[in-house]
């Protein structure tokens, strides 16, 4: 119940500074179908390029070139999502230090880091490419160790952004500074922070429990409209919450790391909100 009400109370606090800027719930859509468009080429060369042979899950084998192909189709859809990422967390940034952002302006500041932001995309695509390639070469273990392994990375380099785009340093610096940020207020508390998520989940659900009974009533009847209904009102529920969350993600990221690395504590966020996600380290017996 305490993580759940700080949950809500993070959801609160981002959510009263985003609703200054409701249109930029907008980017996560518009990145969402730029990116597909972006790699879908890239994706069908995948495709047309495999061996034929298939691997022990029934899975088709991915060749030189193929590989070749998925590098690029990642490098593309992880610049194209950092840069509209790269635009919410500087809209975010502008209004939590009294600014009054637009859509417009954030993009035109994406646009001002768009070659700063290139090489973290593909570091972002190598790491990505690297995890999927042991993946599909590991077993169940293996795999498990692999999906703990790309979410230390996530949680190491969360504030990699921030810094990289409103401090406007090199990409080096900044992974060096939000490991440091991490190692140094996340520790091992980092378990139950994830208010904006559990709070997206939540929605999530709810659009479950109304489409839900739509598509299974339009199934068991054989009404192909009405399972059609159903089947739209999910996967808009879906869209819209996933902009949403994305955009009260992007909020709540520069809100840690202008208290984080800054050491500021943001308006709209109170000292035990944002302290609350990034509770120290406790001291281990025995260690100085």
């Excluded at 939540?202 to 192909?224: D, E, Q, R, T």
């Amino acid at each position: 119940m305490g993580t759940f009400r700080r949950s809500l109370a993070l959801f609160s606090a981002s959510w009263a500074v985003l609703r200054h800027d409701k249109e930029l719930i907008v980017l996560p859509i518009v990145a969402s179908i730029v990116s597909a468009l972006a790699v879908s080429p890239f994706l069908i060369g995948v495709f047309l390029t495999g061996s034929g042979s298939t691997t022990t899950d029934g899975s088709v084998s991915i060749g030189v070139l193929g590989w070749v192909l998925l590098f690029l189709a990642y490098v593309v859809g992880a610049y194209v999502t950092i840069f509209f990422q790269s635009a919410l967390v500087l809209a975010a940034n502008d209004r939590l230090t009294g600014g009054n952002p637009t859509l417009g302006s954030a993009l035109t500041m994406a646009g001002q880091n768009a070659g700063r932001i290139l090489p973290w995309a593909i570091i972002s695509a190598t790491v990505s490419v690297v995890l999927q390639a042991i993946q599909e070469r590991a077993g169940f273990i293996g795999r498990i160790v692999v999906g703990l392994v790309g979410l230390a990375w996530t949680l190491v380099t969360m504030l990699v952004l921030p810094i990289l785009v409103i401090e406007q340093v090199g990409v080096g610096d900044a992974l060096k500074r939000s490991a440091s940020a991490f190692k140094r207020t996340w520790g091992e508390n980092v378990v139950g922070n994830g208010g904006v998520g559990l709070i997206g989940f939540l929605l999530f659900l709810i659009g479950m429990i109304v489409a839900g009974p739509i598509i299974f009533i339009g199934a068991s009847n054989s009404n192909v409209p009405i399972t059609v209904i159903g089947v739209v009102l999910l996967v808009a529920w879906i869209v819209l919450v996933t902009a949403f969350t994305s955009a009260l993600s992007a909020v709540f990221r520069t809100a840690l790391y202008r208290y984080a690395v800054l050491g500021e504590e943001p308006g709209g966020f109170t000292h035990d909100m944002i302290a609350g996600a990034f509770r120290p380290k406790p001291e281990r017996a025995g260690l100085a």
